[in-house]
């Protein structure tokens, strides 16, 4: 008999490699909008050392904001479990005539073997990690010393009526510790002990990040080792 079981990153992959050709139609994630593009790559510059910096983008998706890495000069290595946003983020460097590499694999265990970086970037992917504390912890071990990373993050709004009937994203999801999202609090929680010092910006309140008003916590956890 087939195990009932769900398997929730097998749902999970498919679910991205079915997002895949509409995801670049949100503003945070096209970045086709010039002022939501122009604020994130001001983000990014602010957070990022000097380029030419090695830069891990871990959950890359699309690779939007890979591309906005390897625009300012940095060296950049994505990695996605969905092949589907693995192949879009590799077009989007082809047409631009940019060099990066982009790998199909385990954002929480990213494939790369012992190389290490000058940082390590993550989008809003810790809430769909089945382990995010092992994903943190390995990210932090492919951090050269004085390497930063760099978590973006949130509390979906929806959220917070967890218990209340809300169906999953996908199925199993529910079980995931951080299905939702996480808070600052709790984020910083989990890092403080990994890294040497980090701070937390609120970032919810700034509407050209995400193409209009929203009305959840969002924000940005900047560590260093």
Known sequence: MPDPTPDPARAIT??????????????????????????WARLLSAWLPRA?????????????????LAEAGHR????????????????????????????????????????????????HLLWTLPAPGAALRAWVARLRPGGRLMLVEGRWRQAGQAGQ???????????????????????????????ARMHVEPLGADAELWGGPVDDERYA???YV
């Open 14 to 39: 498919a679910y991205w490699n079915a997002a895949a050709a509409a995801f670049d139609e949100e503003p945070d994630h096209g970045l086709r909008q010039e002022r939501t593009r122009a604020r």
């Open 52 to 68: 030419p910096a090695d830069v891990l983008d871990v959950g890359c998706g699309t690779g939007s904001l890979s591309l906005l």
């Open 76 to 123: 950049v290595t994505g990695v996605d479990l969905a092949p589907r946003m693995v192949a879009r983020a590799e077009s989007k460097f082809t047409a631009a005539g940019l060099a990066g590499r982009f790998l199909v694999g385990d954002a929480g265990a990213p494939p790369t073997g012992q190389e290490q970086y000058d940082a390590v970037l993550c989008r």
């Open 221 to 223: 956890l900047i560590a």
């Open 165 to 195: 009937g809300v169906t999953p994203y996908v199925a199993g999801a529910g079980s995931l510790p951080w299905d939702g999202g996480v808070t600052a609090a709790d984020l910083a929680a989990a890092v403080r002990p990994l890294v």
